[in-house]
Protein backbone atom coordinates (compact mmCIF):
# COMPACT_ATOMS: atom_id res chain seq x y z
CA UNK A 1 0.00 0.00 0.00
CA UNK A 2 1.74 3.55 -0.82
CA UNK A 3 1.99 6.18 1.87
CA UNK A 4 -0.61 8.49 2.23
CA UNK A 5 1.89 11.30 1.45
CA UNK A 6 2.58 10.04 -1.75
CA UNK A 7 -1.29 10.40 -2.77
CA UNK A 8 -1.13 14.48 -2.17
CA UNK A 9 -0.61 15.86 -5.98
CA UNK A 10 -1.34 19.49 -5.17
CA UNK A 11 -2.74 22.47 -2.88
CA UNK A 12 -3.57 25.63 -2.80
CA UNK A 13 -2.42 28.15 -0.64
CA UNK A 14 -3.03 31.65 0.73
CA UNK A 15 -1.25 34.42 1.95
CA UNK A 16 -1.85 35.21 5.65
CA UNK A 17 -2.07 38.81 7.56
CA UNK A 18 1.04 37.31 9.35
CA UNK A 19 2.91 37.11 5.36
CA UNK A 20 3.05 33.31 5.72
CA UNK A 21 1.53 30.86 3.67
CA UNK A 22 -1.62 28.83 4.39
CA UNK A 23 -2.78 25.43 3.31
CA UNK A 24 -6.89 26.29 2.38
CA UNK A 25 -7.39 22.93 0.12
CA UNK A 26 -5.62 19.60 -1.06
CA UNK A 27 -5.87 16.89 -3.45
CA UNK A 28 -5.92 14.21 -0.72
CA UNK A 29 -8.31 15.40 2.12
CA UNK A 30 -8.89 11.76 3.26
CA UNK A 31 -5.87 11.79 5.13
CA UNK A 32 -4.64 15.83 5.34
CA UNK A 33 -6.52 18.56 7.66
CA UNK A 34 -6.03 21.72 6.16
CA UNK A 35 -6.77 23.42 9.34
CA UNK A 36 -4.16 25.43 10.78
CA UNK A 37 -1.74 24.14 8.00
CA UNK A 38 0.97 25.61 7.33
CA UNK A 39 3.54 25.97 3.94
CA UNK A 40 7.23 26.96 3.85
CA UNK A 41 8.33 29.16 1.40
CA UNK A 42 11.48 29.39 -0.87
CA UNK A 43 12.92 32.34 0.99
CA UNK A 44 11.81 30.48 4.37
CA UNK A 45 13.58 27.52 3.32
CA UNK A 46 16.63 29.21 2.11
CA UNK A 47 16.70 30.81 5.83
CA UNK A 48 16.41 27.14 7.51
CA UNK A 49 19.01 25.83 5.43
CA UNK A 50 21.43 28.47 6.94
CA UNK A 51 20.19 27.63 10.20
CA UNK A 52 21.51 24.36 10.17
CA UNK A 53 24.74 24.98 8.41
CA UNK A 54 26.20 24.87 11.95
CA UNK A 55 24.69 21.88 13.20
CA UNK A 56 26.25 20.02 10.66
CA UNK A 57 29.87 19.23 12.86
CA UNK A 58 27.29 18.04 15.25
CA UNK A 59 25.84 15.00 13.07
CA UNK A 60 23.56 16.37 11.66
CA UNK A 61 21.44 14.50 9.43
CA UNK A 62 20.29 15.95 5.96
CA UNK A 63 18.18 13.16 4.97
CA UNK A 64 15.85 13.69 8.14
CA UNK A 65 15.38 17.11 6.37
CA UNK A 66 14.94 16.10 3.27
CA UNK A 67 12.31 13.77 4.13
CA UNK A 68 10.90 16.31 6.83
CA UNK A 69 8.82 18.30 3.47
CA UNK A 70 6.99 17.38 0.30
CA UNK A 71 8.36 19.62 -2.76
CA UNK A 72 5.70 21.90 -4.43
CA UNK A 73 6.18 24.93 -7.40
CA UNK A 74 3.56 27.14 -8.24
CA UNK A 75 1.26 25.60 -11.11
CA UNK A 76 -1.65 28.72 -11.37
CA UNK A 77 -2.68 32.13 -9.45
CA UNK A 78 -6.35 31.44 -8.70
CA UNK A 79 -6.70 34.71 -7.88
CA UNK A 80 -7.67 36.67 -4.80
CA UNK A 81 -4.67 35.94 -2.92
CA UNK A 82 -4.85 32.27 -4.15
CA UNK A 83 -2.13 30.09 -5.36
CA UNK A 84 -2.30 26.17 -6.91
CA UNK A 85 1.21 24.77 -6.12
CA UNK A 86 1.46 21.79 -7.82
CA UNK A 87 3.90 19.07 -6.43
CA UNK A 88 7.04 17.89 -7.96
CA UNK A 89 10.24 15.52 -7.59
CA UNK A 90 12.96 18.26 -6.82
CA UNK A 91 14.59 17.64 -3.79
CA UNK A 92 13.97 21.04 -1.53
CA UNK A 93 18.20 20.89 -0.61
CA UNK A 94 19.37 20.35 -3.81
CA UNK A 95 18.14 22.11 -6.34
CA UNK A 96 18.45 25.86 -7.75
CA UNK A 97 14.44 26.28 -8.24
CA UNK A 98 12.51 28.03 -5.85
CA UNK A 99 9.93 25.42 -4.21
CA UNK A 100 7.12 25.21 -1.43
CA UNK A 101 7.90 22.73 1.06
CA UNK A 102 4.92 21.12 2.95
CA UNK A 103 5.92 19.48 6.01
CA UNK A 104 4.66 15.81 6.51
CA UNK A 105 2.40 16.00 9.26
CA UNK A 106 0.29 12.67 8.23
CA UNK A 107 1.37 11.54 11.85
CA UNK A 108 2.27 14.37 13.76
CA UNK A 109 3.98 12.22 16.77
CA UNK A 110 5.83 9.79 14.26
CA UNK A 111 6.08 10.92 10.98
CA UNK A 112 9.10 12.55 9.18
CA UNK A 113 8.22 16.20 10.10
CA UNK A 114 8.30 14.94 14.03
CA UNK A 115 11.13 12.95 13.35
CA UNK A 116 12.84 16.17 12.42
CA UNK A 117 11.99 18.29 14.98
CA UNK A 118 13.38 15.87 16.93
CA UNK A 119 16.28 15.40 15.31
CA UNK A 120 17.09 19.46 15.26
CA UNK A 121 16.38 19.60 19.36
CA UNK A 122 19.07 16.79 19.74
CA UNK A 123 21.50 18.56 17.53
CA UNK A 124 21.02 22.25 19.19
CA UNK A 125 21.47 20.71 22.49
CA UNK A 126 24.15 18.98 21.73
CA UNK A 127 25.91 22.08 20.41
CA UNK A 128 24.91 24.06 22.98
CA UNK A 129 26.60 21.85 25.63
CA UNK A 130 29.40 22.09 23.62
CA UNK A 131 29.80 25.61 23.14
CA UNK A 132 28.07 26.87 26.55
CA UNK A 133 29.65 25.97 29.75
CA UNK A 134 26.60 24.99 31.97
CA UNK A 135 27.34 24.04 35.60
CA UNK A 136 25.15 21.02 34.79
CA UNK A 137 24.57 19.52 31.14
CA UNK A 138 21.35 21.45 29.36
CA UNK A 139 18.71 18.70 28.21
CA UNK A 140 16.19 18.22 25.21
CA UNK A 141 13.81 18.16 27.63
CA UNK A 142 14.44 21.68 29.16
CA UNK A 143 14.52 22.79 25.57
CA UNK A 144 11.14 21.34 24.90
CA UNK A 145 9.05 22.51 28.05
CA UNK A 146 10.30 25.79 27.15
CA UNK A 147 8.99 26.00 24.00
CA UNK A 148 5.82 24.10 24.70
CA UNK A 149 4.99 27.14 26.70
CA UNK A 150 5.53 29.06 24.25
CA UNK A 151 3.43 27.73 21.67
CA UNK A 152 0.19 26.86 25.14
CA UNK A 153 0.49 31.06 24.78
CA UNK A 154 -0.01 31.55 21.25
CA UNK A 155 -3.06 28.61 21.93
CA UNK A 156 -4.26 30.50 24.48
CA UNK A 157 -4.15 33.70 22.38
CA UNK A 158 -5.62 32.10 19.01
CA UNK A 159 -3.03 32.70 17.13
CA UNK A 160 -1.98 29.28 15.07
CA UNK A 161 1.24 28.40 14.95
CA UNK A 162 3.44 28.62 11.80
CA UNK A 163 5.66 25.28 11.02
CA UNK A 164 8.67 27.42 10.32
CA UNK A 165 8.36 29.92 13.70
CA UNK A 166 7.92 26.19 15.05
CA UNK A 167 11.24 25.17 13.78
CA UNK A 168 13.45 28.53 14.07
CA UNK A 169 12.60 28.20 17.66
CA UNK A 170 14.50 25.36 17.71
CA UNK A 171 17.51 26.60 15.56
CA UNK A 172 18.24 29.50 17.23
CA UNK A 173 17.14 28.62 20.75
CA UNK A 174 19.69 30.06 23.70
CA UNK A 175 18.59 29.27 26.99
CA UNK A 176 17.63 32.43 29.28
CA UNK A 177 21.00 34.26 30.25
CA UNK A 178 23.26 33.20 27.73
CA UNK A 179 24.20 34.09 24.27
CA UNK A 180 25.79 32.64 21.23
CA UNK A 181 28.41 34.68 19.23
CA UNK A 182 27.43 35.06 15.75
CA UNK A 183 24.21 33.13 16.52
CA UNK A 184 21.56 35.98 15.40
CA UNK A 185 21.17 36.33 11.31
CA UNK A 186 21.97 39.54 9.88
CA UNK A 187 19.27 41.84 8.71
CA UNK A 188 20.66 42.45 5.69
CA UNK A 189 20.66 38.55 4.48
CA UNK A 190 16.94 38.85 5.23
CA UNK A 191 16.08 41.28 2.80
CA UNK A 192 17.84 40.42 -0.02
CA UNK A 193 16.05 40.68 -2.97
CA UNK A 194 14.54 36.98 -5.09
CA UNK A 195 15.17 38.30 -8.76
CA UNK A 196 13.28 35.19 -10.12
CA UNK A 197 10.54 33.72 -8.17
CA UNK A 198 10.46 31.02 -9.43
CA UNK A 199 12.14 30.11 -12.83
CA UNK A 200 9.47 27.59 -14.51
CA UNK A 201 9.07 26.63 -18.24
CA UNK A 202 5.32 26.76 -18.09
CA UNK A 203 4.56 30.61 -19.99
CA UNK A 204 1.44 30.82 -17.82
CA UNK A 205 3.71 29.96 -14.31
CA UNK A 206 6.71 32.29 -15.93
CA UNK A 207 3.76 35.26 -16.00
CA UNK A 208 2.63 34.66 -12.61
CA UNK A 209 6.53 34.50 -11.50
CA UNK A 210 6.66 38.00 -12.96
CA UNK A 211 3.54 39.21 -10.98
CA UNK A 212 3.79 41.74 -8.47
CA UNK A 213 1.95 39.68 -5.67
CA UNK A 214 4.10 36.61 -6.17
CA UNK A 215 7.27 38.00 -6.03
CA UNK A 216 9.70 40.72 -3.72
CA UNK A 217 11.19 43.22 -5.97
CA UNK A 218 13.51 46.33 -5.07
CA UNK A 219 10.09 48.94 -4.71
CA UNK A 220 8.86 46.40 -2.56
CA UNK A 221 11.75 46.21 -0.73
CA UNK A 222 12.48 49.41 -0.14
CA UNK A 223 9.25 50.14 1.57
CA UNK A 224 9.71 47.22 3.64
CA UNK A 225 13.69 48.34 4.63
CA UNK A 226 12.97 48.40 8.04
CA UNK A 227 11.02 45.00 8.70
CA UNK A 228 12.41 41.34 8.63
CA UNK A 229 11.13 39.42 6.70
CA UNK A 230 8.43 37.00 7.53
CA UNK A 231 7.70 34.63 4.61
CA UNK A 232 5.73 36.03 2.36
CA UNK A 233 4.82 38.96 -0.41
CA UNK A 234 3.27 42.30 -0.25
CA UNK A 235 -0.80 42.46 1.07
CA UNK A 236 -3.24 41.71 -1.26
CA UNK A 237 -5.04 45.11 -0.89
CA UNK A 238 -1.26 46.80 -2.36
CA UNK A 239 -1.71 44.00 -5.33
CA UNK A 240 -4.98 45.08 -5.90
CA UNK A 241 -4.29 48.92 -6.34
CA UNK A 242 -1.26 47.98 -8.64
CA UNK A 243 -3.77 45.95 -10.78
Request: hydrophobic share 30%; net charge negative; charged share 40%.
Given at each position: ??????????????I????????????????????G???????????????V????????????????????K???????????L??T?????????S?????????D?????A??L????K??????N?I?????P?TV????DE?????????????????F???????D??????E?E??????????????????????????????E?LR????????????A???G?P?E???????
Amino acid sequence: MPKSTNLIEWCTVRIGEDLNWWVTEVSDDVHWDVDGLSIIDPRQISHMIDLVEPLRGYSFDQDTMDRAFIPFKIQKDLGEGLVRLQRTNESLLDTEESLFGLPDVIDDENGPYADFLNHISKIRVRMLNDIIDFEQPFTVDELEDELREEENNSFIEGRAVHMFDEITRILDYVPTGWELEGDETDEDEKDEVIDDYPDIDDEEAKKISESENLRWDEDEEEETKDEAYQGGPPDEEEAEEKD
